[in-house]
Each structure stands twice: as C-alpha cells, then as structure tokens.
C-alpha cells in the first residue's frame, strides 16, 4: 500500500519490519510509532489534518488486516480436536474428570454351560453338529412323521418368513440331515437356538436354546435312553440323582416320555422350584419313530434309536437357581457378571 505522507510511509515501513519479529501479533496496534502519528495530526495545520488522519487510518487498517491474517494462520495451525473425547482436550490432564476403568467382556453363561454340556457328551461318544435358524416346512415338521394339517403342529407355533422360511421351534429339524449324512452307529448332539410364538414369562421365552440328541444302532432301547440321560444329569449337576418318566405325545417318537429329574434343590423335600412335587419336569424324549429314521434312509427293521431335546436354559436355570429365563437375554450386567 503507497503512502503519499513520507512521515506515515516511512511509520509504515519502520511498523511492518517490527511486526514481522513481534511474537504477539496484536501489540503492533499499539506500538509507539503508530500512536506517535495521532499524536502528530493535532500539531499539524488544519488545512493538512484531514488528508494526513485519513493516510494515518489507512495504515492502522493495513496493520490490523495483518493481525487478522496472522491469527487466521494460527489458528489453522492448531492441531485438530477430538470432539468425541471423553474430556475437553484443552483442560489439562490434572484437571480432567476420572475416567472409569476399562472393564473386559466375558462369555455369555448360556455359552459357557453349553460348553460344559458338550464336554459330558464329549466324553460319552457324541459328535457335536450344529442346528440352523432358518429352515423349511420338511424339516421342521414333514421329516418328522407331523401329517399335513395334524393338531400336533400347533405346539410348534413360530415365525415364518414370507417366502415360507420357518425360524425353527425345536432342534429335531437337524434329526432327518443327521440320518441322511451319518451312518449308524450314530451319536449326535445338536445344540441350536429355537424360536417360538410364545406369551413371554418367567419360564417361556420366544428365543430359547435346545440341545438335541440322537443315538442309532443295533438293538438300542429304552433303558439305553435313561441310563444316557441319567449319566448326563449326574455329571452336570454333579449330584446322584433320581429320575422319573412319564407318558407323552411326539410324532416322531414312539414311546414317547417327558423325563423329570429329582428336584436337585430341595432333595425331594418340595420346594417352590419343584411345585413341591419333588420332580422337575425337564425334557422330552423317547424313541425314535420308525417312520422318521425311514425318511432318514435308515432301515428300521435294523436299526432303532433314541432321541431326546432339552432348553438349555432350563438347564442352566436349575443348576444355578435362576428363577427367571428372562434374565439371560436381558443384557443386565448383574446378572452376568455373576459368571464371568
Ligand atoms: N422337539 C421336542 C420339543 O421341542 C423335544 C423332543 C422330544 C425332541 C422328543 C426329541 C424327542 O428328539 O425325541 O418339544
């Protein structure tokens, strides 16, 4: 910028030289050269005081143009800013709130029993197979000796897809593709989550655990099925322990028995758990139906089977005394951290 002064040129010059070493940029606005200037406007005739004041303004807007220009720049220069920082980042580190301390996660306990509950099984000779959560009307009920439209269906209310994908209401859907893929002797568990169009309480959930089991060969019969269930039980809740049967309805087996442990808590002494019966009404089972390992491709004048399918919350429920179902899908970390 031209200045006509000499007296505000060479101010301008002597200034912008000074700014340039100035570490705060500001005070240039009030360095003695430019106040020097004012100063000089009253002295001056009045015929020159206009012209000259007006130069004199011009200058201190170059200057405070500059200051802008230099802030602007240091600004920029700062280093960026995590907004998503649990703490101002410019407070100092003394000054920041206590962050709380960072906490692992642990295995769900549904995850961790299961784990334990295929060990036994493990350890009795059964392979573990993994169930599906979406499958069709064959496997879920066809395979499964359900005639078209039988009353039986009704037990096994679920979620169906538009297409007609069935979420499955029980494990036994995996029974017809582990006939069909292995050959007898056959023993297999099938842990899987299940699903079911149900009125939510502390016992029913509408997303559940089952783990189902099969064992086909030779001569197998009933007191095969209770020595199996009854070893199992012993094992996992680590206590001898009676058990009862009793008659049920499943199409695909044929008997078929509702198993009911004695009441691990009370010792058969009745206790709000049992209903004060003493018995725990646990799973279903029986064996398998002629016409299921038929459709399966296994000759049933050769061969029989057992099978059987427990929740595994249940399970778990009367081995820990949970009195709710709904706390393992509720994400309460009391709850969990109890098993971690
Ligand atoms: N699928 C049955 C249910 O969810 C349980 C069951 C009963 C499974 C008998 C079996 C069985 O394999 O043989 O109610």
């Given at each position: ?38 100063d000089r ?11 000259f004041?007006?130069e ?54 549904l ?52 297409e ?55 001569g ?27 008659p049920f ?15 691990v ?36 004048t ?8 427990v929740?595994?919350e ?27």
């Amino acid at each position: 910028m031209e200045y006509k002064s000499p007296e505000v040129k060479k101010a301008a010059q002597q200034l912008k030289v000074k700014f340039k070493k100035l570490e705060d940029k500001r005070a240039i606005l009030r360095a003695p050269e430019l106040g020097a200037l004012y100063d000089r406007i009253k002295t001056l005739p009045a015929g020159e005081r206009a012209a000259f004041g007006k130069e004199v303004n011009r200058l201190k807007s170059e200057l405070e143009q500059l200051v802008r220009q230099a802030q602007s720049f240091k600004l920029k220069a700062l280093s960026s800013i995590d907004v998503t920082a649990p703490f101002d980042i410019n407070v100092p580190p003394e000054q920041r709130p206590q962050l709380l301390t960072a906490e692992n996660g642990s295995r769900h306990p549904l995850m961790t029993e299961l784990g334990k509950i295929l060990n036994i099984f493990a350890g009795m000779g059964f392979t573990a197979v993994e169930s599906r959560e979406l499958d069709d009307d064959y496997h879920m009920f066809g395979s499964l000796n359900f005639p078209k439209d039988h009353p039986a269906r009704d037990e096994y209310d679920t979620f169906v897809t538009d297409e007609g994908l069935i979420a499955p209401a029980h494990t036994s859907i995996m029974q017809n593709r582990v006939f069909k893929t292995m050959q007898p002797p056959i023993r297999a568990v099938i842990p899987g989550r299940c699903f079911r169009n149900e009125d939510v309480d502390a016992r029913h959930d509408h997303t559940f655990y089952q783990l189902e089991g099969v064992y086909v060969d030779k001569g197998i019969h009933a007191g095969h099925l209770i020595a199996t269930l009854k070893t199992f039980f012993k094992k996992y809740f680590q206590k001898d322990i009676k058990v009862k049967t009793q008659p049920f309805y499943f199409p695909f087996t044929e008997p078929s028995l509702e198993f009911a442990p004695s009441c691990v808590f009370c010792d058969q002494k009745g206790c709000s758990i049992c209903s004060h019966t003493g018995w725990i009404e646990l799973l279903g089972c029986g064996l398998i139906h002629p016409n299921v390992l038929r459709e399966g491709g296994i000759d049933p004048t050769k061969y029989t089977g057992f099978a059987w399918g427990v929740g595994i919350e249940r399970l778990v429920m009367i081995k820990y005394g949970i009195e709710d179902v709904r706390h393992f899908h509720s994400g309460n970390l009391k709850f969990l951290r109890q098993f971690a």
